[in-house]
Nanobody
């Protein structure tokens, strides 16, 4: 059974850094686009970042551009979200997602989801 498991969340002060990991199991996700979404209390889930199946292309929400980087290690079936210069407004549950890469641009939806990891940034 396919599974995405996030880790690396926690409590950090504003200006600090965290690295989230998402380990995939049950199948290879090497030909899948991977993404991170987040959901803060009382808010809708929002897109954070995506990476192409090859890792050669990435996309970021304007709110995290220049602060977050997204990489993948195909051999380990794992992706990483490096989050620097964290702000209190980055506080949310972060979800990893995957969708088969079909070409023609970024996926419009993602069928595989992890359970989420909490990130809390204190001011």
């Amino acid at each position: 059974q396919e599974q995405l498991v996030e880790s690396g969340g926690g409590l950090v002060q504003a200006g600090g850094s965290l690295r989230l990991s998402c380990a995939a199991s049950g199948r290879t996700f090497s030909n899948f686009a991977m993404a991170w979404f987040r959901q803060a209390p009382g808010k809708e889930r929002e897109f954070v970042a995506a990476i192409s199946w090859s890792g050669s292309s990435t996309a970021f929400a304007d709110s995290v551009k220049g602060r977050f980087t997204f990489t993948r290690d195909t051999a380990k079936n794992t992706v990483y979200l490096q989050m620097n210069s964290l702000k209190p407004e980055d506080t949310a549950v972060y979800y990893c997602a995957a969708e088969r890469w079909r070409g023609g641009g970024w996926p419009a939806k993602y069928d595989y989801w992890g359970q989420g990891t909490q990130v809390t940034v204190s001011s």
